[in-house]
């Protein structure tokens, strides 16, 4: 989830909160508020009615029923008055209850007053109710308004603190695009300031154009040592061995003496392939390398087989080129005629004498995959976790292999965002799949 959005998120569930809370509060203060002015209201109408209260008004009210009620016309108020058993130790206590009473056709809440009072030797209990349906109405009322409110502030909150949050987040999102996500070469960082009034975006854009500026002068120096090392090394091993050549073709040696000539020439000839292949990866990985050529994968598997077909027909290999599809990628040419040429040639030296090569593709969902298969001795789970490490050999009976050949594949692949799997299976063979993503599927031609 988007930082953009966690934001707006948490503004909204924190207004939400406030806002529930608010309403909830306001509902429950209503409530006793209301209640304290109803009683309040009771209060006063019970002083009221005993103020003017007297003997002969008690008996006419009463009668022989020893008991009086009296409803005002639309039910709100009543006022009860009963006679009941004396008791000379009463006192004058008031007590609020809510009670609901039934009439005809509906029923009503009530917040009573109940007080006892003793008059001319008589208890009688006095009720004085009024009707409480207005507080519920107000109660529902802001109950309907809150949740009205709650949508309305819900959905312009969320609405109001996304474009907020976008607005401001916009440098943080344009520096790590800009800075971060589009930059494959440190050599050409754009070091333009993006521009914003937050100090913590302009911190952060400080640090990654000063952390760019020191890959770069490391880059830089990684690529004048390649280049040292590409002179220093190469330079004297070619010099040593054309010295040995020419000892071989003019020098009178003994058959031990030519035999370690020749040994040393062999160790000089490991020794510059070992390191040009270390160059080319250095190389690779650094970026020294264009894209700018338009590579057929189709032509160059074509090269490659004629280039290895002496060794196909000396190892007696069925070799099946079975690709369908005309895909043409923008890279370079020559490393991945490299990268297809150490695959199958791996293909060729890891199979069994008789064996079979099989090369072939497939286009599915904008995917289109290149795939490599050899029924030669395979690799255990081990090896296959370990095959692109360098010095990584497949086989330690293998003499002529330096360990760097899959480790070429993966430098190339990873320069051209092309993924590489392997699955394999020991003693039955192995199947390296190259997988291209294809923007336009249709400029495939099968």
Known sequence: MKLQVKLALYNTLTKVAIILFTGLLILLSIEKISYNHIELRLENDKEQTLKNLSSSE?????????????????????????????????????????????????????????????????????????????????????????????????????ISDLVFTKFLLAPFYKIIDRKLIKVNDPMNFDYQKIKTTTQDFELLDDSISSLMKKISNLFILEKQFIANVSH???????????????????????????????????TLNRLKSIINSLLLISKVENNQYDKADMVMIAAVVMEIQEELEDRIEERQLT????????YTIKGNRPLMHTLLFNLINNAIKYNNAGGAIIISDELKEGIYKVIISDTGTGMDKKQIENAFNRFEKLDTDEKESYGLGLAIVKSITTFHDIKVQINSVKGEGTTVTLIFNVPNPNLIAA
């Open 58 to 158: 008690i008996s006419s009210i009463l009668g022989d029923k020893k008991a009086y009620t009296d409803y005002n016309i639309l039910k709100e108020e009543f006022i009860t008055i009963t006679q009941t058993k004396y008791n000379p130790e009463i006192t004058r206590e008031v007590k609020f209850t809510t009670e609901t009473r039934d009439f005809d056709k509906y029923t009503q809440t009530y917040r009573i007053l109940t007080h006892r009072l003793n008059f001319n030797g008589h208890t009688y209990i006095l009720h004085i109710g009024v009707a409480i349906e207005s507080v519920e109405e107000l109660k529902s009322i802001i109950k309907k308004f809150t949740i009205v409110v709650l949508v309305i502030a819900l959905v312009l909150t969320l």
């Open 232 to 266: 220093e090394l190469l330079t004297p091993i070619s010099i040593i061995s054309s010295r040995l050549e020419n000892i071989l073709l003019h020098e009178e040696l003994s058959e031990g003496s030519e035999n370690k000539m020749h040994a040393s020439l062999k």
């Open 319 to 326: 070799f099946s080129n079975n690709l369908k599809y005309i």
